[in-house]
């Protein structure tokens, strides 16, 4: 093995990816030459500070399953080793850079999975946030008013899209006026209804096209429960109990703009 292949395998020798022969070529090398050696300290040394240092997230039930599926996916659609070319050497580099394909592309998916979730969260945090200001400042409502014919126009006058608008007193959730807000770096549609002493903030904006969010959550003691239909993302927060509030923003999803 020369520098340039050691150097090749190097980062997959010190994850402790390369195979049996990798690992034994690459071994005898770094004890020949002081360039690859130092090179190799250098990654093991980032290793351990990333380790120690990057902080960590413990993810949800359904990111993992999200990136098991997605680890299936890839190794499903990877290419299979094709037997027999006779050059042994040329078989392991390019298997090498294969290997290295699939894992960069498996660490972009991996990636935007867990950014997908962030943002996910993060707009979570945003809403229970600008819910929790609405409230005790006293401003939930900008335009008061049960009729979906006064709401929506407010609204959608003050956006660059239109949210469905329904009044549903009758299911004993009456809508009591809407707002703007700023979730995202972006204004969105604030739709307030009551359940009983409950207040609920509805928050409704396009569908972003991203992977589906969490469901159902409580953060500082508010739920948080989501849906999408109309082609549109639902986030509803409240002090109200979780199986109202995700029963609610389902009918939403569902029915808030049949005509
Ligand atoms: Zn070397």
Redesign the pocket.
């Known amino acids: 093995m020369?520098?340039a292949d050691?150097?090749a395998l190097l980062s997959a020798y010190a994850d402790g990816e390369t195979s049996m022969l990798q690992g034994h070529l690459i071994r005898r090398?770094?004890e020949?030459?002081p360039?690859?050696a130092a090179a190799h300290e250098d990654l093991r040394a980032l290793r351990a500070r990333i380790h120690a240092e990057a902080p960590r997230y413990a993810a949800p039930p359904e990111l993992r399953a999200r990136v098991l599926a997605t680890l299936d996916a890839v190794r499903a659609s990877a290419p299979r080793a094709r037997p027999g070319p006779k050059n042994e050497r040329w078989r392991w580099l390019s298997g090498g850079a294969l290997a290295g394909c699939a894992a960069t592309v498996l660490a972009w998916v991996v990636g935007s999975a867990v950014l997908d979730w962030r943002t996910s969260e993060d707009m979570a945090v945003e809403a229970v946030s600008s819910h929790v200001r609405a409230t005790l400042g006293n401003h939930l409502i900008q335009v008061a008013s049960s009729d979906q014919h006064t709401v929506k126009p407010w609204l959608s006058a003050r956006l660059d899209y239109s949210p469905p608008v329904r009044d549903f007193a009758q299911d004993g959730f009456p809508l009591i006026g809407g707002r703007i807000d700023y979730l995202d770096r972006r204004p969105i549609a604030t739709l307030v209804y009551r359940f009983r002493e409950h207040n609920i903030d509805v928050y409704v904006r396009p569908e972003t096209g991203r992977a589906s969010p969490t469901a159902l959550r409580t953060l500082h003691g508010f739920n948080v429960a989501r849906a999408t239909g109309f082609a549109m993302d639902w986030l509803a927060v409240s002090d109200a109990s979780a199986d109202v509030l995700q029963a609610f923003v389902q009918k939403l999803a569902q029915e808030a703009g049949l005509p």
């Open positions: 020369n520098c050691s150097k090398h770094l020949a030459c360039d690859c």
